[in-house]
């Protein structure tokens, strides 16, 4: 079981750097992290390394998904809460490092859908 470790960026004049900082503080064993990254907008779901990501989940490489913010996987609430309902359904945990969130269990849901919904606004 692994972690995978999921950072966006936007545009060229932005860098990952303070994600990869919160993202790495946290003493996990660094062998066991993979790592997607990369430079898209949040509004399209087609993007190479998500689509990489979801792919590790959905065969079951990773078990657990660490992000800097829930908007980083997307900024529309519809899409945000379908990735989440998908990946729950393998057995993913979610975790939001800077909002201090864990998106498992039914509470976690509840929660998701509320920050995703203000990431839309």
Request: charged letters at 15%.
């Amino acid at each position: 079981m692994s972690i995978g470790i999921y950072t966006r960026i936007s545009s060229h004049g932005q860098n990952s750097n303070s994600q990869l900082q919160w993202l790495t503080a946290h003493g996990h064993d660094l062998g066991k992290l993979q790592w997607f990254e990369e430079q898209e907008t949040g509004s399209n779901l087609n993007r190479p390394a998500f689509n990489v990501l979801s792919e590790a989940i959905f065969s079951g490489s990773v078990k657990t998904v660490v992000v800097w913010k829930l908007d980083r996987i997307g900024r529309s609430m519809l899409d945000g809460i379908n990735i989440l309902s998908k990946w729950c359904e393998c057995g993913v945990r979610v975790v939001s490092v800077t909002q201090q969130i864990d998106l498992s269990g039914t509470v976690g849901h509840l929660v998701a859908g509320v920050l995703f919904a203000i990431a839309e606004i």
